[in-house]
């Protein structure tokens, strides 16, 4: 096992892609799962062929693209919709992440490893890693950051609604970074956190 192995995930506009950016600045390799299934859905590919099959060609934009905005529509308003999502996609993303993580650590035993799950515990991942860490932040501030990507009010709530509330998930990992404040508060946590791992 490397040094450092761990599962990151928290809620929705909570700060997760961020905090993977400051681990690959750090020197860390973050696999981020959100890209994989960007990665997956692209044109042709056999996950967005299920897809396709799954919800019709209405999800897709002219060029071919599987329109998110609409797919998560559908998805983030019906639960049976959401699983049927989950169902297609999840084991793909997966299967990648896990050969991403297997071939770093080929070349490099001792790198230390962040995997960016979204969904760990709704997915029961939590196995899989050494810590996890949670970032969190408050309901109004996820509101006003979807918001600020685009979406309507009702979309964004959806969307909140369909994970576990953050404080469940902190409740379960490790540790716990409160994103409400400044992104320089936020390095900070990480920090202690990183510190307290290498530590123990």
């Avoid at 990151?8 to 690959?24: M, N, Q």
């Avoid at 070349?107 to 490893?113: A, D, E, L, S, Y």
């Avoid at 309507?152 to 959806?158: G, K, P």
Wanted: proline share 3%; aromatic share 8%; charged share 30%.
């Amino acid at each position: 096992m490397p040094a450092l192995y761990i599962g990151l995930t928290g809620g929705i506009a909570a700060g997760k892609s961020t905090t993977s950016e400051l681990l690959r600045r750090a020197g860390w390799f973050v696999v981020d799962c959100d890209e994989i299934a960007r990665e997956l859905l692209a044109p042709g590919e056999k996950t967005w062929q299920k897809l396709v099959d799954a919800f019709g060609e209405q999800i897709l934009n002219v060029d071919k693209t599987i329109d998110r905005r609409k797919l998560g529509s559908m998805v983030f308003r019906c639960s049976q919709l959401r699983e049927t999502l989950n169902e297609l996609t999840h084991p793909a993303i997966a299967e990648r992440w896990r050969k991403e993580v297997k071939d770093f650590r080929a070349r490099n035993p001792n790198g230390k490893i962040a995997v960016s799950v979204p969904l760990l515990y709704e997915v029961a991942l939590e196995g899989e890693f050494e810590r996890i860490l949670c970032v969190g932040c408050s309901y109004a501030t996820q509101v006003r950051r979807l918001l600020a990507r685009g979406l309507e009010r009702e979309e964004a709530e959806a969307r909140i609604r369909s994970q576990w509330p953050i404080e469940k998930k902190a409740a379960r990992s490790d540790a716990l970074l409160w994103n409400d404040g400044s992104l320089k508060l936020l390095e900070q946590q990480l920090s202690r956190f990183v510190l307290a791992c290498a530590a123990s």
